[in-house]
């Protein structure tokens, strides 16, 4: 009863904050619908509701009880001047309300004629222009429904949101950023072999890297500083909060010998097919689900659709700065694994808006590699060849972007 009250609270509080004039996500009311699938026979029946916006939002979307709800946050929508009342189909559900709920944040709730679960969620290009939500929800028995629990943490445990933003940001004049995020640490140690911890060494690395970097003029935004455990998501938001430009991940892993040597550069690609590389990624995963962090999103559908129409500016861009690196790790002499660039679904990777690389810059259980990550001159020469193809792919990426300003 008390986060119900908690709820009122924040949407009586609603129309005093006033409406920011921003180049917010607007909804075009007169497009958008609820639908109902098939005849009305007095029982809930499937149904999909449409929002026509006249930008892509990122968006999230659970469910509440007592009664059951659909909970669609947006960040953000201008619901001004949009009444819910009049939406289209609004006569389906026992009530349906939006407004602003937070700053950066708005919020669609709907009430439920029943439990239901949703079937699909698909952000995409809406005929006549702009971009269409369409949340597809089916009824379910009061088994299969899942609200959140918890609804205090449906009202403080929004996500980190992706800042995207329509122009690709990218290099300005200021100086470049790069985020540099030590793999693992706290409860989770890494690869391990004997008294080597993976942790201990990328955080050694990392404080050497950044001294080169700065030394050349980067600032660096470090996602741990020590030997703390932080998760995946919170070294992307902490990247994110820090106004990087580039992600670099740091790691050196366990592979059984003789599989993996040299120093390999992952993009991201969810369809990386290679054995070696899901063990790796699905291992890097793993400490946050021991951590009690769900990056899979069982319990929330977090619509991914937007994130990948982003990525598909930025992909580029990471694998632009892979290959300078490869090139200026070749030059510097640094061996490399036969196939130095290579995709993996390495969760930090999934930035939407940052160019992102993860470096294995060794395998744990390769005897060479160990020796290299121990050998100041190996780490010394590695870290500068890392910074120039920091800086050459600053100067490319600033000339592509003003090429496609032309
Ligand atoms: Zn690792």
Redesign the pocket.
């Known amino acids: 009863m008390r986060w119900l009250c908690a709820l009122l609270l924040v949407w009586l509080a609603l129309p005093v904050l006033a409406q920011q004039p921003s180049a917010l996500a607007r909804i075009d009311a007169a497009r958008s619908s609820l639908v109902a699938e098939g005849r009305d026979r007095g029982k809930p029946r499937p149904m999909e509701l449409r929002l026509v916006l006249d930008q892509p939002v990122p968006y999230r979307v659970y469910f509440l009880d007592g009664p059951p709800r659909l909970v669609a946050d947006f960040r953000e929508i201008d619901f001004s001047g949009a009444d819910a009342a009049a939406l289209s189909g609004r006569e389906l559900v026992p009530a349906l309300r939006w407004g602003r709920f937070r700053p950066g944040w708005s919020r669609l709730v709907m009430e439920l004629p029943g439990p239901y679960a949703l079937r699909a969620a698909v952000q995409g290009p809406a005929q006549g222009g702009g971009a269409a939500v369409a949340l597809r929800i089916e009824p379910v028995g009061q088994d299969e429904f899942a609200p959140r629990d918890n609804a205090l943490s449906a009202l403080w445990d929004l996500p980190a949101p992706a800042a995207v933003a329509p122009v690709p940001r990218r290099i300005a004049e200021r100086v470049l950023r790069v985020a540099i995020d030590p793999?693992?640490g706290g409860h989770d140690p890494?690869?391990q072999v004997g008294a080597i911890y993976?942790a201990a060494v990328?955080l050694g690395f990392a404080r050497e890297l950044t001294e080169v970097l700065s030394r050349a003029g980067f600032e660096v935004v470090a996602t741990r500083s020590d030997d703390s455990f932080v998760p995946l998501e919170r070294r992307m938001t902490l990247a994110r909060a820090g106004k990087a430009d580039l992600f670099i991940s740091l790691?050196?892993?366990a592979l059984p010998a003789g599989e993996a040597a040299g120093l390999s550069i992952y993009t991201w690609n969810p369809q990386a097919d290679d054995r070696a590389t899901r063990d790796?990624a699905m291992?890097?995963d793993r400490s946050d689900l021991v951590a009690g962090l769900d990056l899979a999103g069982t319990d929330d559908q977090i619509a991914d659709v937007l994130m990948d129409l982003a990525r598909t500016e930025t992909q580029p861009r990471s694998e632009a700065f892979a290959k300078f690196a490869v090139s200026e790790l070749n030059r510097a002499g640094i061996v490399m694994h036969r196939r130095p660039v290579r995709g993996a679904a390495f969760s930090v990777l999934k930035s939407p808006d940052i160019p992102s690389v993860l470096i294995e810059l060794g395998f744990l259980t390769d005897a060479g590699d160990r020796a290299n990550l121990f050998d100041p001159e190996w780490r010394s020469r590695t870290a500068q060849a890392i910074a120039r193809a920091v800086g050459l792919w600053a100067q490319d990426d600033a000339a592509r972007a003003a090429l496609s300003r032309k």
Do not use: F, N, Q, Y
Request: no cysteine.
């Open positions: 793999g693992h890494g690869a993976e990328m790691h050196a892993d790796l291992r890097h």
